[in-house]
């Protein structure tokens, strides 16, 4: 059963009465928070950018702003929540369509409760790496914020493989000087190798 945590929430958007009674039932039964929604539009008037973690159930074919329309709004900014299409038969081609545009998943009505649930708790899962990935990032971003502009010349340096007396002579330096900022460099960013270094400056500078 899934952690009933204020992050994770199922938004679900649907403008189906029945639907959206027996799906939200279904979701809560498994510990899951969920909110409904009767149109894209009153998503919308909800919807914090970057705010909203768990993931979207999304009816593709509503009255007004169909359930593509609000797809193309959410992912227009950063960090969008997973998002799975409610489709007729009709719509999987629209429905493949958004997967190319990196929607989560899609589910056609009628839909197996055992499916829905599944799809749902793994755009959950997902999420939350998402979370920890975001969390891991800024952490690295912070460690090289840390490093002097000096440290940042030495350890540039040591990514490119040059030794200490290389370094010393490109920064005129003494060698003995080169060795403190080196361990200084590899000590801010608890690294443990070079190889170490290399990979957690260049997922730093990602982020």
Known sequence: MMNNH??????????????RDSLAWLLEARGLHVRTYTSAETFLVDYKPGHMRGCIVLDIRMPGMSGLELYEEIVRHPEPPPVIFVTGHGDIPM????????????????FNDKEIVALVEQCIAKDHGHDATRARDAELA???????????????RIMAGRLNKQIADDLGISIKTVEVHRARVMDKMAAGSVAELVQIALTARKG
């Open 142 to 156: 912070q460690r090289l914020a840390q490093l002097t502009a000096r440290e940042r010349e030495v350890m540039e």
């Open 95 to 110: 429905a493949v369509g958004a997967l190319k545009k990196g929607a989560a998943d899609f589910i056609e009505k009628p």
């Open 6 to 19: 204020s992050r994770d929430t199922v938004y679900l958007v649907d403008d189906d009465e029945a639907v």
